[in-house]
């Protein structure tokens, strides 16, 4: 039978860190020797950074670490300080080639996976190994949450943000509320967290399981000017990107906006959901930069030099069905013309960024663009 732990590892309410290098598999299948390599590499800066961060090494399994924490704030500040640390080595050059590797904004070498959870797990003494292991509902999350990050990418969960919400200042931050996680009967909330270095990384949302909770959406928006048409356009989960683009699902044809400046999507659970697509002024909800979040009634939503107001509807999709018959449009094109019928180009400039109405994009909800 284990005993009580004895060699100094924390026990109650403790954060645990789950992590994992995405595509190992393959990579060890091509690349062998330059995988035994970086995998030395990779576990040498992994342990640097539990040292700094006083965490407790509960067992690495392959590429995998568990780690503890008695403070939430050394978890998350240990998982940033390892995704920054991988930028900084210099990996064999073969695993460049790969797309598990690949350097891209914000990339570079192995990509890691991390997913960070806080709770009152049991501990015990391994009496085997000498070293305490963590058991229950508690680990279990903390490995389901790993599990639905991407490479890269440091998932935490709600009980994890309300611990260190404005304790790790400067945070990129990216909300999904009520993902269902495989093995976990209720829905609970994720946040993606990066540090400001790596505020250029392109990551998807959770990988969910799969389920009813899934069933395919259809949600209309609308697109409105005062005494002029409306036209409307499904939105389902894939992203419905913005910019200035013609490849972009919705153009707006603006100076201030960036080629593909945001992407606005409905999540599993059916939250409306913007994010700023590496846009160069940026994507504002209620005057602060977001990297992505969800929105909710009244919020403001900036693009480029262009502000809206979200209102949520609550009708259901089945309701806006004659309007997306009669107004569908693959790709609208959003000009000072689709606004306004004055002679001058100021004026309809003006036009734009003080009249636009973009009624949009959950069960009949609007976006109104502000004055």
Known sequence: MSEEPEDGAPIGAVSIVFTDIEGSTGLWERHESEMAVALRLHDALVRQCIESYGG???????????????????????????????MRVDWPEALSTEPAALEAPGFKGLRVRMGVHTGAPLARLNPMTGRTDYFGPVVNRAA???????????LITGPV??????????????????????????????????????????????????????????????LHRVGGPRFAFPVTRRAVTIGRSSACDLVLAEDGVSKVHCSLRVDPQGHFVVRDEGSTN????????????PLQQDDRLRIGEVEFRLQIGTKKAEKARAA???????TRVLRASDVHTGPSRGAMAAALIGGLLLVALILGGVLVALG
Not at 175 to 203: C, N, W, Y
Not at 282 to 293: A, E, L, S, Y
Request: proline share 7%.
């Open 56 to 86: 407790y090494e509960v067992k690495a399994e392959g590429d995998a670490f568990m780690v503890v924490f008695e403070v939430a704030r050394h978890a998350v500040s240990f998982c940033m300080a390892v995704q920054e640390s991988l």
């Open 144 to 154: 389901r949450v790993s599990a639905a990050a991407a490479g890269g990418q440091i």
């Open 324 to 330: 997306d018959e009669q107004f569908t449009v693959a």
């Open 161 to 222: 943000w309300m611990r260190v919400q404005g304790e790790l200042p400067g945070l990129v931050v990216e909300h999904f509320k009520g993902q269902h996680l495989k093995g976990i009967p209720e829905a609970i909330d994720l946040v993606q967290v990066l540090p400001p270095t790596l505020s250029m990384r392109t990551l998807p949302p959770p990988q969910v399981a799969a389920g009813d909770h899934t069933a395919s959406l259809r949600v209309f928006g609308f």
């Open 282 to 293: 940026g994507t504002f909800v209620n005057g602060q930069p977001v990297k992505g979040m």
